[in-house]
């Protein structure tokens, strides 16, 4: 075993009370609705997270706690770079925040995805949360972090969103 996936088993271990799956299209609006209470994640339509849960759901997961949808992650790969995850949104139902949900997400993912030896993601700079979700992924894998603007406030955004910082993380072990 890798040093990469020993520490991933290790954090595996911290919580039983969740348990993962991949999504399916009749999560769509249980989807839509945890999105929506999860500020400041943008919301997209309905029709655009039944595409997540069907579409991509071999890059996405489900989390629950007691039969109740708790957390999602959406994700896709880099057409261009099929070794690369792309993270698209993660979301946590903000009774389950700062238990390591978000960290299980991630690692569950990154398992069940063949072949990906990088992750990319964008973060808005004042995000912290975020930033220090995908600080704590880099830490556990051993892995290099960078980050950059993507899409700028102003030349990108016409000035109505926050700057997204684009945040690639890798190269890790194929776990
Ligand atoms: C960001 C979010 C997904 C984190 O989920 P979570 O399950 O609470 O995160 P975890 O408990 O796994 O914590 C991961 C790391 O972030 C840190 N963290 C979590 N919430 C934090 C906060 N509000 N402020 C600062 N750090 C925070 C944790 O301490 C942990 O770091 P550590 O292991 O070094 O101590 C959750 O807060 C959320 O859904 N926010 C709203 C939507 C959002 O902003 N999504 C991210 C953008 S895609």
């Known amino acids: ?13 911290i919580s039983p009370a969740y348990t993962f799956r991949t ?21 997209n339509s309905l029709y655009c997270n039944l595409l ?3 579409h991509f759901s071999d890059t996405s997961i489900v989390a629950e706690a ?3 949808m708790v957390g999602f992650i959406s994700g896709y790969r880099l057409p261009q770079q099929p070794n690369t995850l792309f993270v698209w949104q993660v979301a946590v139902d903000a009774s389950q925040r700062g238990k390591g949900l978000a960290s299980q997400m991630l690692e569950n993912l990154v398992k069940r995805v063949a072949d990906v030896t990088y992750l ?5 700079p004042d995000n912290k949360a975020s930033w220090n979700t995908f600080k704590r992924f880099a830490l556990n894998l ?4 960078s980050h950059n603007v993507l899409f700028d406030k102003h ?6 969103h926050d700057s997204e910082e684009l945040v690639v ?3 890790f072990t194929r776990l």
């Open 1 to 13: 075993m890798s040093p990469a996936s020993d520490c991933l088993s290790e954090l595996s271990d």
């Open 23 to 43: 999504p399916q299209a009749t999560d769509g609006n249980v989807v839509f609705e945890l999105v929506s209470r999860c500020q400041p994640l943008d919301e």
């Open 52 to 54: 997540q849960c069907s």
């Open 66 to 68: 007691k039969g109740q």
């Open 120 to 124: 990319h993601t964008t973060i808005t």
């Open 142 to 145: 051993k892995a290099p972090l």
């Open 155 to 160: 030349q990108h955004f016409a000035g109505k």
């Open 169 to 171: 993380i890798g190269p």
